[in-house]
């Protein structure tokens, strides 16, 4: 089993649609989470990050991860053209081997105007 | 502020060519830094990491190098490209220390195609 597993998509809605994305993970020793976004041809940038079970919002986006079941969520509201991008979920424990991000193969994402 | 320059964008190179790509970050000091692989379909594919001047630790066994002769220089090298080198390739760095985690901050990448 790998370490973080992402759904493969790719993903297609309209112009104002709610989106969900999903990973797990298996590693308890990840203690912080994180989802990048990636526009085609760019590096990846953070969007999201959170370290603790619970929501977090930043607009349109929110962060959920819950501990208990190893599951990460971004839900991404009235989505827009400009959120069609690849999105990773990523995580990361304090220290050795764990300290590394340990990335999700990512999810493409497009919205249709 | 911080920021990472890597270079080239793209680059296209024959089999067996030598490689040098190069990162710089600035607006920090003793960063972790790290290259990235990503191929179609694979995600993102972690290739060396450092923590320091010459310090230099290989996760996946290849075709390829890293040096890091400054601490916030961190290259990838080959001597002879594969086919399978090609790729976007990510240079990324990261706040030294532990308990404390705000992500990795990546480069814009280079797009590598061996012919």
């Known amino acids: 089993q790998k370490e973080v597993e992402q759904d493969p998509g790719p993903l297609s809605v309209p112009e104002g649609a709610i989106v969900s994305l999903n990973c797990t993970y298996s590693n308890s020793a990840f203690q912080y989470f994180m989802w990048y976004r990636q526009y085609s041809r760019k590096g990846p940038e953070l969007l999201m990050y959170t370290y603790s079970s619970g929501n977090k919002e930043d607009g349109r986006f929110t962060a959920q991860v819950d501990k208990s079941s190893k599951y990460i969520s971004l839900f991404i509201r009235d989505s827009q053209p400009s959120d069609s991008a690849t999105y990773l979920c990523a995580t990361q424990g304090y220290w050795g081997a764990n300290s590394k991000l340990t990335f999700g193969k990512g999810i493409t994402l497009s919205v249709r105007p | 502020s911080q920021t990472i320059h890597q270079w080239p964008a793209t680059l296209v190179q024959p089999v067996g060519s030598p490689l040098s790509l190069e990162c710089t970050v600035e607006g920090t000091s003793n960063p972790n830094l790290y290259w990235y692989r990503q191929a179609a379909g694979r995600g993102l594919q972690l290739l060396f990491y450092s923590v320091g001047i010459g310090q230099i630790s290989s996760e996946v066994p290849q075709n390829l190098s890293a040096s890091r002769p400054q601490d916030r220089q961190f290259i990838l090298s080959s001597k002879k490209l594969l086919l399978s080198d090609s790729g976007f390739y990510l240079c990324?760095?990261?706040?030294?220390?532990?308990?404390?985690?705000?992500?990795?901050?990546f480069g814009s990448g280079t797009r590598l195609t061996v012919v």
């Open positions: 990324a760095w990261s706040v030294r220390g532990l308990g404390d985690s705000y992500g990795y901050t």
